[in-house]
Every structure is written in structure tokens, then in C-alpha cells.
């Protein structure tokens, strides 16, 4: 009878039906064909170095301009894409689309920035020193300029595989940072046989640095650690003046967050760079905020 009913059937097990797996469902639908409807873009947070005050980095961090929802953001789709292996696809866009990008600002006479783009776990997986490569030479970008965001539960799946991903990588001369470093669950034991260049310190220990001792400590053996380990370290999600004090006080090479500049447009990047060589901005800021 259910048979019977075809498309009735559906409707019949609706209500029951989560409806919350019915939205991925459309969501999944709408992603599959976001790439070829060109309804992705990126945006991009500038990485300031405490020491010099210099824009070191932009993080790409992705968008789907939905005809419908508007701005849809990574966290309510890459997760999707991952489940039904769209990353891989939007994942070489990214990668595409970010290299594309540094290359054309560096051409457009920019002072040199690595562009950081984010990995998911799937991508990791699949051969991606190979797609970098590829990347690289499709788009002209020298692979220093580029950086790769790893997590932690990313690099802790399979540790022979990473290190042997990450060396590839780094003998491309390719940059490697852990990404929300300390929310994961990575042994300091395996953290040393990683070739990384960078720790960035999750934004959940940079929120209470200020008012929170024990965050603060954490913070503190977090720089300390990295430094041992020859590692840069950059705290993430910095929005007030006090937090970059203690930041530059404890000696992090670095931070990203609100306080700086929020993810831009590609062309407000390019005004906001050409301001901060123009009349060094970025260095005055930087001194009054410490002061
Ligand atoms: P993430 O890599 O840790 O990126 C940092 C996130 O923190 C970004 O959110 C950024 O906009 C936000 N953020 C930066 N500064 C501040 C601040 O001062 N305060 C607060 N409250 N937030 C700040 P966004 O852009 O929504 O991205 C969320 C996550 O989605 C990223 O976390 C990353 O895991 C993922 N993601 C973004 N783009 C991509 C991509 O191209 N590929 C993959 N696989 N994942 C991506
Ligand atoms: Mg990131
Ligand atoms: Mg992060
Ligand atoms: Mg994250």
C-alpha cells in the first residue's frame, strides 16, 4: 500500500520524519549545486605579528551566498559538505580561488602575505599534497606565500599518515598551523613529531585571558610550548585592547581576531593594505593599543 501511494508515501512519514533531516537534506540539494551556480566566496582576516605590527598573514575563510538565506556561514555547511563528500570539490575551490587571489595582490604591487587556507578532515585525506601542488603551479603562487590550517583531531586520525602528509608539505615549502590548538586532544609527545611552523591558540582560552587566572596560565604554557618546540604562536579571536596587551606581554609571535579587522571583502583587503603601507596604520594602532 505504502508502495502504492509513490510520492504520498513521503508526505505519510513526513511529520515523523526529523525535521531537522529534512532541512540538511534541501541544504545538501542546494550545496551540490552552489559550485557550479558560482555562490561561494571568500573573505579574509588579516594575521598581525606583535612584534613588527606587520600584516604577516590573511586567513580565507569561505561563504555561500545563498539566492535565499543570504550569507551562509562555514560552520552551517562545510560540516554537510564533509558528510556528503562535496568538500573535496569546494575544498580545490578554495584552495583555487585563495592562491588566485594572494597571487593577484602580490602582482598588484601588495606587500607579500601567505594566504592561509583551512583544511577539512576528508580533504586531508585524499591526496592533498598533490592537489596543492597542482594548485600551486596552476595559479603561479610560490608555496611559501601559502599556509594550511590543520586541527587537531585532523592530525591525530591516523599520526603516521599526517606526518607524512605535513613533510610533504613542508619539503614543498608550504607553512603548517594547528588550528584551535588546546581544544583538541594531542599529545605533547606527538605534537613534537609534527613539522609545523605554527600553533594557533583556540579563541575559547583568548575570551577570559583578562579576568580568568587560569586561562591566562594556559595561555602563558601555550607560548612557552611552542617556543620550545621552535614554533610560531598565534592567539585567535582577540577583540579587545587589553586582551593584545597581555598577548604582547607573554610574548605570542602573533594574533587574529575582531579587535584588528573582521574577515574582509577581497577589495576591502586591498584598501586596507594599501592604507596600512600608505601611513602606517597598523603600526600606530599597534602601539596605541599597547599603551
Ligand atoms: P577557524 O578556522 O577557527 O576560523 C576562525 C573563525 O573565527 C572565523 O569564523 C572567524 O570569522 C572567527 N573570528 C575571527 N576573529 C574573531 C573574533 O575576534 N571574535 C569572534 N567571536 N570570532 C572571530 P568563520 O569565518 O565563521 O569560520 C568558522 C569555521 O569554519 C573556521 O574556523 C573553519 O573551521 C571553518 N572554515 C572556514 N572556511 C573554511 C574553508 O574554506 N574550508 C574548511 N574546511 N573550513 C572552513
Ligand atoms: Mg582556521
Ligand atoms: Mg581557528
Ligand atoms: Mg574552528
Request: aromatic residues 8%; charged residues 20%.
Amino acid at each position: 500500500r505504502a508502495k502504492q501511494q509513490g510520492k504520498d508515501n513521503f508526505q505519510l512519514y513526513a511529520p515523523e520524519m526529523n525535521k531537522k533531516a529534512l532541512e540538511q537534506l534541501v541544504l545538501a540539494n542546494h550545496l551540490y549545486k552552489a559550485l557550479n551556480r558560482d555562490e561561494f566566496l571568500l573573505h579574509y582576516q588579516p594575521q598581525l605579528n606583535l612584534k613588527t605590527g606587520q600584516i604577516v598573514a590573511l586567513e580565507a575563510l569561505i561563504r555561500w551566498q545563498h539566492p535565499e538565506l543570504g550569507l551562509v556561514s562555514p560552520n552551517q555547511f562545510i560540516p554537510l559538505a564533509e558528510e556528503t563528500g562535496l568538500i573535496g570539490a569546494i575544498g580545490e575551490w578554495v584552495l583555487q580561488a585563495a592562491c588566485t587571489q594572494n597571487r593577484a595582490w602580490q602582482l598588484a604591487g601588495l606587500p607579500p602575505m601567505r594566504i592561509a587556507v583551512n583544511l577539512s578532515a576528508r580533504q586531508f585525506q585524499q591526496k592533498i599534497s598533490k592537489t596543492i601542488a597542482r594548485v600551486l603551479a596552476e595559479t603561479g603562487l610560490d608555496p611559501s606565500y601559502l599556509e594550511v590550517e590543520i586541527t587537531e583531531s585532523i592530525a591525530m586520525h591516523d599520526v603516521n599518515f599526517t606526518i607524512c602528509v605535513l613533510q610533504e608539505l613542508q619539503d614543498m615549502g608550504v607553512y603548517i598551523a594547528m588550528d584551535d590548538f588546546g581544544t583538541g586532544y594531542s599529545s605533547l609527545a606527538t605534537l613534537r613529531r609534527f613539522p609545523l611552523h605554527t600553533l594557533k591558540v583556540a579563541r575559547e582560552f583568548v575570551n577570559d585571558i583578562t579576568t580568568d587566572q587560569k586561562d591566562a596560565a594556559i595561555i602563558k604554557s601555550i607560548v612557552a610550548l611552542g617556543h620550545g618546540l621552535e614554533l610560531n604562536v598565534i592567539a585567535e579571536g582577540v577583540e579587545t585592547p587589553e586582551q593584545l596587551k597581555f598577548l604582547h606581554a607573554v610574548k605570542c609571535d602573533g594574533m587574529q581576531g575582531y579587535l584588528f579587522s573582521k574577515p574582509l571583502s577581497a577589495n576591502a583587503v586591498t584598501q586596507f593594505c594599501q592604507q596600512q603601507s600608505g601611513s602606517g596604520i597598523a603600526q600606530s594602532l599597534f602601539s596605541q593599543k599597547l599603551e
